[in-house]
């Protein structure tokens, strides 16, 4: 590699070659180094032209500090040193992955199709202290250039740190069922306005665009324990919805068993009543009767009562007056066939009782 100074030489013995005269000191000597000083200030002036893409916005700084923006297209600035250009790309969506991370660097957007687990921030405790392994991405865009310049000195740690520190609070105060389950979007919303908060109080100049949850699971260690535990829990609901189911059932029939019951206790004591009544009302016409006529209410109560004696019994009638003639009468002649209009007698388990009936009675 030739030696720095036998580089500078050279470039001097060219320029002397294209200066008129060889490049001595006289006045054409002086009007070439003057020509050579416009070219050198104009080339520097050139230097100031710088282009803006569509995505981009410019941010230029004089002597270190923030002075204007500069849109996209052709923009001019005072040439260094006086002022510098930075053009960070302000609509481009970034991401940041939290516990976990991809085969090599890959740019935002891109798929992931392999990554590993970085378990000192994805595992995290549970409102009901249980630990579950959480991955979630975070998707942002520069908001504000100047802010995203000069209020932080590592955005991407800085907004890695907040969504952790966010994501480990709302966790912290969530179930590990509903965390795993019907939570998601809403632990997604909450960690994406906790870390806006504290981006916005950093005044860092990044808007959080989207917070999205990879995985959400048991640690790999325990994961069949807790599979098991879930069984176990899935057993558990479903006997108690059979349970419900044997209780809905059972419970209306036996009330309705209940009340049929009580029911036909109320119709039975009302029929007694009734007719204790009309027992009692019966009595009571027939002692009234008794009090107006003795004698003839009680040839009627004999009557009736023998009325009903007779009607349940066979009937033999003796007359000892009869004389040379058989002095029985047999009320049920035959083969035991009943009287006209009479019902069947039922069968005497012994022989029929004389039935003696006096001249006077």
């Known amino acids: 590699m030739p030696d720095l100074d036998e580089l500078i030489r050279q470039a001097q013995a060219q320029v002397r070659r294209m200066l008129p005269g060889g490049g001595g000191m006289g006045g054409a000597g002086g009007?070439?180094?003057?020509?050579?000083?416009?070219?050198?200030?104009?080339?520097?002036?050139?230097?100031?032209?710088?282009?803006?893409?569509?995505?981009?916005?410019?941010v230029v700084m004089r002597f270190g500090a923030f002075t204007r923006m500069a849109?996209?297209?052709?923009?001019?600035?005072?040439?260094?040193?006086?002022?510098?250009?930075?053009?960070?790309?302000v609509t481009r969506i970034n991401r940041i992955d939290i516990g976990f991370r991809g085969d090599g660097d890959l740019p935002a957007g891109a798929r992931i199709t392999s990554a590993r687990d970085v378990l000192e921030e994805s595992l995290m405790l549970t409102g009901d202290e249980n630990i579950v392994d959480i991955d979630f991405t975070v998707f942002w865009r520069i908001r504000d250039a100047a802010d995203f310049l000069f209020n932080t000195r590592n955005a991407e740690q800085t907004i890695k740190s907040a969504a952790e520190s966010v994501m480990r609070e709302v966790i912290g105060r969530t179930p590990i069922q509903p965390a795993m389950n019907e939570a998601r979007a809403q632990i997604e919303q909450a960690v994406r306005a906790g870390t806006q908060a504290i981006l916005d109080q950093y005044h860092a100049g990044v808007?959080?665009?989207?917070?999205?949850?990879?995985?959400?699971?048991?640690?790999?260690?325990?994961?069949?324990?807790?599979?098991?535990v879930q069984r176990a829990g899935s057993d558990r609901e479903r006997a108690?919805?059979?349970?419900?189911?044997?209780?809905?059932?059972?419970?209306?029939?036996?009330?309705?068993?209940?009340?049929?019951?009580?029911?036909?206790?109320?119709?039975?004591?009302?029929?007694?009543?009734?007719?204790?009544?009309?027992?009692?009302?019966?009595?009571?016409?027939v002692l009234e009767a008794y009090n107006l006529a003795q004698d003839i209410t009680l040839r009627r109560l004999y009557l009736e009562t023998m009325e009903e004696i007779l009607r349940r019994?066979?009937?033999?009638?003796?007359?000892?007056?009869?004389?040379?003639?058989?002095?029985?009468?047999?009320?049920?002649?035959?083969?035991?066939?009943?009287?006209p209009g009479?019902?069947?007698?039922?069968?005497?388990?012994?022989?029929?009782a004389r039935a003696n009936m006096g001249s006077g009675r």
């Open 31 to 58: 009007r070439s180094l003057a020509l050579m000083a416009v070219l050198v200030v104009g080339l520097w002036g050139a230097s100031g032209v710088f282009r803006v893409q569509p995505d981009e916005l410019g």
């Open 71 to 89: 849109g996209p297209g052709l923009n001019y600035h005072i040439p260094w040193p006086v002022e510098q250009v930075r053009t960070p790309r």
């Open 207 to 228: 808007e959080i665009t989207q917070v999205q949850a990879q995985k959400t699971d048991p640690p790999a260690a325990v994961i069949e324990a807790f599979n098991d």
């Open 240 to 285: 108690r919805n059979e349970a419900q189911s044997y209780r809905n059932d059972i419970v209306p029939r036996a009330r309705g068993e209940a009340q049929r019951l009580v029911q036909e206790a109320t119709g039975y004591r009302e029929s007694q009543v009734a007719k204790a009544r009309g027992e009692a009302s019966r009595f009571t016409s």
């Open 313 to 339: 019994n066979p009937k033999l009638v003796v007359d000892d007056r009869l004389q040379g003639v058989l002095p029985l009468l047999n009320l049920n002649p035959g083969d035991g066939q009943p009287l």
């Open 342 to 352: 009479r019902p069947a007698p039922a069968a005497p388990a012994t022989p029929p």
